[in-house]
């Protein structure tokens, strides 16, 4: 049995791709064993517990909480005012993140935890990284985070799990964190003074909801360029569009890949402009890697900003444990992932966006250069009472101008929070979701035309309009592999297991598209 690979806090800096490994279950988490990193953990609490003993005021250690900073505590109550932190922000509402998000939350959290800079004890590292390592994940609340002061209410379920209260999802089900930990001879965790201000005070749900949205997009943008290629197949189209030399002419990267990709699945169809019916095909074919560029261009940039802050201690106080300071800042601010957030969503709209332009060409006999209606596969009298895909196409329409709704920036409504305190906030967290949203809509407006592509590509090739040999081996095998997912549509069907399905393969990114030419 292969062993999985370990993801090491601590260590370095981590990757978003060990983000997602984690919250998939395909790596094992495990904390450093190096003594500088137990030493910097160390350190930072014995700085605390030092500064305790000579009653210094340290924000939400001896003092209340945001706007309450004010207020003093009695030093008898600084071991309960973490468990008062962790249940006030005890009010999350909306739809549960999945098991894979909140695996991604956690794995973010300790992360950023095990920066050192943040005042946290071994024995909380520990125990986040059993909870990976056994898959007992708090239930997380999607909704009631402003990001900033970071995603105090979600991340409040973390914290609550560390100390046996609310829920975990036990190995998938759901059930109370006390029997959970109470069944495995464990006991809740005492927190330390600062401790579920670490845990809660950060940016953890919005950058775990980014490294999956990241993920999904750059798949998308792959299939993106594989579904053009179907179109532009599909209608006859003129494959000199992806010419080489014509995308050297403005030299993009990211839209030179894409065209790239095009070009790598139309290479076996050899035609001359004077057999095409249209020398210019429409912009949804011709310009789709000026379209998807556009999202390859920004990838690295989306990469960095998510890794910088995957690796960031971002909670406040930050406590320096070295040169013995608290330092009171704002690093719980999600600005940066919230301009991410916004700006991803907006790109993968205008994929969807695309991929209903391409498929409304090949369901209109006016634009298919010969398909039949709705690309039904019915002939005869039968024909008169077949409608192919006519309602599929209604589906992606309504699903790409939902995406397209949602592409509004979450980042440019601030609200006035907290008596004032949290007066200029992120919103990052809603981005993450916004986008989360957008790309599912996307996804399924994907599956529709993926549909409509194999339907179209089937019938050139019955008709003769088409030859295999039009076909790379890649366009071919892929074909081959959608057969017994796709039928063929000559008789009406519901069409919706199908698009589930695809769904699936779609958010379990199935295929392994174009691995020679780059991430």
Known sequence: MLKSPSVVFGDGPLKLDD??????????????????????????????????????????????????????????????????????????LGALLTVEQSRAVTAVRLASLTSGMSGVSIALLERLTWFLREDVIPVIPS??????????????????????????????????TAQALSERGLAPLKLRPKEALAIMNGTAVMTALACL?????????????RLTAMTSLALLGNPGHFDEVLFAAKPHPGQMLTASRIRQDLKARLVDAA????????????????????LEDMLPS?????????????????????????????????????????????????????????????VDPKFSNGLPDNLSGSKGARASINHGLKAVQIGVSAWTAEALKNTM???????????????????????????????ELTEQA???????????????LKSGDLSSQDLTEDLMCFMDELDPVIPFIDEDQPLEPVLRHLLNLIGEQHWTLYPDLGA
């Open 213 to 225: 949205a990241f993920s999904k997009a750059a798949f998308l943008s792959k299939l993106t360029a």
């Open 302 to 362: 989306f990469r960095q900003m998510i890794e910088t802050e995957l690796n960031s201690a971002n909670d406040n106080p930050i406590i320096d444990g070295e040169a013995e300071r608290v330092l009171h800042g704002g690093h719980f601010y999600g600005g940066h992932i919230a301009f991410v957030m916004d700006s991803l969503k907006n790109l993968v709209a205008n994929l969807s966006d695309l991929v209903d332009r391409q498929m409304a060409s090949l």
């Open 275 to 294: 057999e095409l019916s249209r020398l210019q095909d429409r912009y949804s074919v011709r310009c789709a890697p000026h379209v998807i560029g556009v």
């Open 143 to 176: 909704e009631g985070s402003v990001g900033a002061s970071g995603d105090l209410t979600p991340l409040s379920y973390v914290a609550a799990a560390l100390i046996g209260e609310r829920e975990v999802w036990d190995r998938g089900v759901r059930r109370p």
């Open 19 to 92: 983000i997602l490994a984690l919250s998939k279950q395909s790596a094992e988490p495990s904390l450093s064993e190096a003594p500088l990193f137990k030493e910097r953990i160390a350190k930072g609490c014995d700085f605390l517990d030092r500064l305790l003993n000579e009653s210094g005021v340290i924000y939400g250690v001896t003092t209340g909480y945001g706007d309450s900073c004010t207020r003093a505590v009695n030093a008898e109550l600084l071991y309960d005012l973490p468990i008062h932190l962790s249940r006030f922000h005890g009010c999350g």
């Open 446 to 460: 994907v599956a529709g035309h993926l549909v409509a592509c194999v339907q179209s590509l089937r019938l050139r």
């Open 409 to 439: 920036p979450a980042s440019v409504f601030s609200r006035s929070t907290e008596c004032h305190n949290q007066d200029k906030v992120s919103m990052g967290t809603i981005s993450a979701r916004d986008c989360l949203r957008v790309i």
